[in-house]
């Protein structure tokens, strides 16, 4: 098949072989994939801020949050719960909505 549209011509340079492979490897360019790991990386931060995580003892504070969850027995499903409602308020409606405007549309 030579003239089929979709493959490119057999003499056309490659331009960017390197760039097409790091891109691919990282799953987008460079700096993009960069930008989201920082973006990311200061939500996680955030969140684990404020469940007390110190990123100077790492070890100590996931201790802490063990010993914290244990103390507390069975109020600790009853955080998990309320956590995971707190969450669900935001995320499932995001979710629903996402799923309705990428629905499939019939013919």
């Given amino acids: 098949m030579q003239n089929d549209p979709r493959l490119p011509p057999q ?9 097409d492979g790091v891109s691919r490897f990282l799953g987008g360019s460079p700096l993009g994939v960069l930008f989201r790991l920082v973006l990311l990386s200061v939500l996680v931060g ?5 469940i007390g995580f110190d990123p100077w003892n790492i070890v100590a504070s996931i201790r802490r949050l063990f010993e914290w969850i244990y103390d507390l027995g069975f109020d600790a499903i009853n955080g998990l719960w309320r956590y ?10 995001i979710w629903l909505i996402s799923r309705m405007f990428n629905a499939p549309r019939g013919r």
């Fill in 84 to 93: 995971f409602l707190l969450g669900a308020v935001i995320v499932v409606p």
């Fill in 11 to 19: 003499n056309a340079p490659r331009y960017g072989a390197r760039r």
């Fill in 46 to 50: 955030i969140v684990l801020a404020a």
